[in-house]
């Protein structure tokens, strides 16, 4: 169980367009979910954190209008980066928290997604 | 806020040997959670084990061990039995619900 799929895989996209990501959390349902950004051979840096229902609440130096999250079921949230510029280019991560005795108080992270903005 | 270090930037063991990776952290919480992830080439974040703050006893699953010590915020893990497969990334990870903060990691190479 708590499997977290993340969906594309890799997207390659032109300056300026717009670009969704979906995590779903497949065999549970999280009320909360989290994105992070990844660099190459760097940890993992919190985004926001998406909450079903309700708005994000995005970390320090995150544009939120850039970064736009809709938690909009137990078992979906999106990421759209908006106007993408190759800055933007990185790794994409989400993760769902599970909970309960089956679960525990556990993060269960998607497999990823690579932005490349050309 | 929470700070996690993982001093060991790299670690190299041999198949069938024992490692242990270091992690350090910060916090004036008493209850949380700790956390060993490996990130393998493919990246996919993989959980390796699980500690519960409140409890004393040492997380075990199969040959990944850790070594919790509250007081000293010390929580080590240790690899048995080293296989290729467990080369990968190791990061160390603190929460307190709802918000998990993350090591720097270490790379880990099991050589044959």
Request: aromatic share 12%; proline share 4%; glycine share 6%.
């Amino acid at each position: 169980g708590a499997v977290v799929s993340q969906h594309p895989s890799w997207v390659i996209c032109k300056s300026g367009t717009s670009v969704k990501i979906e995590c779903r959390s497949l065999d549970f349902q999280a009320t909360t979910m989290f994105w992070y950004r990844q660099f190459p051979k760097q940890s993992l840096m919190l985004m926001a954190t998406s909450n079903e229902g309700s708005k994000a609440t995005y970390e320090q130096g995150v544009e939120k209008d850039k970064f736009l999250i809709n938690h909009a079921s137990l078992t979906l949230s999106t990421l759209t980066v908006t106007s993408a510029h190759p800055e933007d280019s990185s790794f994409y991560i989400c993760s769902a928290r599970g909970a309960g005795a089956r679960l525990g108080d556990t993060q269960y992270f998607g497999p990823g997604t690579r932005l490349t903005v050309l | 806020a929470q700070t996690v270090t993982q001093s060991q930037p790299e670690m190299s063991v041999q198949e069938a040997e024992t490692v242990t990776l270091s992690c350090t952290y910060d916090t004036s919480e008493n209850n949380y959670y700790l956390f060993w992830y490996k990130q393998p080439p493919s990246r996919q974040m993989i959980l390796v084990i699980r500690q519960e703050a409140y409890k004393q006893q040492n997380a075990t699953e199969n040959r990944f061990s850790v070594n919790f010590q509250k007081a000293a915020k010390s929580f080590s893990l240790k690899i048995s039995d080293s296989q290729l497969g467990d080369t990968a990334m190791y990061f160390c990870a603190f929460m307190k619900p709802p918000h998990m903060r993350f090591g720097a990691g270490t790379r880990l190479t099991v050589k044959p």
